[in-house]
């Protein structure tokens, strides 16, 4: 799906008017424990020390604040734009090549050589890539799974988020099959070990250079401590 129509459709669903209504009691509840236990553990804490009465009001008020800022990230409409954002995250242009070529391998291996052109590995980018975007899935769906149940008096919220679940599935899939196809290639054992290979020479390039460097900054010394010992003997 786009991603201007999926911007589009979870701007709708949360300002569609219903969803004002989704989980709201739930939402309230969860914040007010929240912040009531942290006003409790905020007092109880200034409590055992000398400070002032104000003083111990701002601490309990602080402890407040701090506990609505840990429950919030739970409330029903920010994991649904968390999950949002999770979604959308995912490079759009890779895909767009798994949904038009998973039915061929062939295909999907010319379209990702052409997508990696550039790059030195492209293999390998490919199949980071495609984990780090299947990441982003997974946490999407399981944010969305847990406020199916939140929005229920919203028709149009419950639609996307069913629709947007069956289509997370299904670009999971393709992003499975296609890490396997990947690595089936003959040209992965290649380039895993060309990299494995140069990262290892750059590291040890890294290590001499420092060694390099201890020794000059030791033959510094020494030159340093030897005419400071000739300055000595002259006096």
Same mark, same amino acid.
């Given at each position: 799906?786009?991603? #201007?129509?999926?911007?589009?459709?979870?701007?709708? @669903?949360?300002?569609?008017?219903?969803?004002?209504?989704?989980?709201?009691?739930?939402?309230?509840?969860?914040?007010?424990?929240?912040?009531?236990?942290?006003?409790?553990?905020?007092?109880?804490?200034?409590?055992?020390?000398?400070?002032?009465?104000?003083?111990?009001?701002?601490?309990?008020?602080?402890?407040?604040?701090?506990?609505?800022?840990?429950?919030?990230?739970?409330?029903?409409?920010?994991?649904?734009?968390?999950?949002?954002?999770?979604?959308?995250?995912?490079?759009?242009?890779?895909?767009?090549?798994?949904?038009?070529?998973?039915?061929?391998?062939?295909?999907?291996?010319?379209?990702?050589?052409?997508?990696?052109?550039?790059?030195?590995? #492209?293999?390998?980018?490919?199949?980071?890539?495609?984990?780090?975007?299947?990441?982003?899935?997974?946490?999407?769906?399981?944010?969305?799974?847990?406020?199916?149940?939140?929005?229920?008096?919203?028709?149009? @919220?419950?639609?996307? $988020?069913?629709?947007?679940?069956?289509?997370?599935?299904?670009?999971?899939?393709?992003?499975?099959?296609?890490?396997?196809?990947?690595?089936?290639?003959?040209?992965?054992?290649?380039?895993?070990?060309?990299?494995?290979?140069?990262?290892?020479?750059?590291?040890?390039?890294?290590?001499?250079?420092?060694?390099?460097?201890?020794?000059?900054?030791?033959?510094?010394?020494?030159?340093?401590?030897?005419? $400071?010992?000739?300055?000595? @003997?002259?006096?």
């Amino acid at each position: 799906m786009n991603r #201007s129509i999926i911007l589009a459709l979870s701007l709708a @669903c949360v300002l569609n008017t219903p969803s004002a209504r989704a989980d709201f009691q739930g939402d309230a509840i969860k914040l007010a424990a929240s912040a009531g236990i942290g006003y409790g553990i905020g007092y109880g804490l200034s409590s055992l020390t000398r400070a002032s009465a104000n003083d111990k009001i701002g601490f309990a008020t602080l402890a407040t604040l701090a506990g609505l800022v840990i429950a919030i990230p739970s409330t029903s409409y920010v994991r649904y734009m968390r999950a949002q954002w999770s979604f959308t995250s995912t490079n759009a242009e890779l895909m767009v090549i798994l949904q038009n070529t998973h039915n061929d391998s062939t295909l999907l291996m010319n379209a990702l050589e052409s997508y990696y052109l550039a790059s030195q590995y #492209s293999l390998l980018q490919a199949y980071s890539d495609l984990l780090k975007d299947d990441a982003h899935l997974a946490h999407a769906e399981g944010l969305f799974k847990c406020i199916e149940n939140s929005f229920l008096d919203n028709a149009q @919220c419950t639609t996307y $988020m069913k629709n947007t679940l069956k289509e997370i599935a299904q670009l999971r899939s393709f992003i499975k099959s296609a890490l396997i196809t990947i690595k089936q290639d003959p040209r992965w054992t290649a380039m895993l070990a060309a990299r494995n290979a140069a990262q290892a020479a750059q590291q040890a390039a890294s290590i001499a250079q420092q060694q390099l460097y201890v020794a000059q900054q030791q033959l510094a010394i020494a030159q340093r401590n030897q005419q $400071m010992q000739k300055n000595l @003997c002259k006096a």
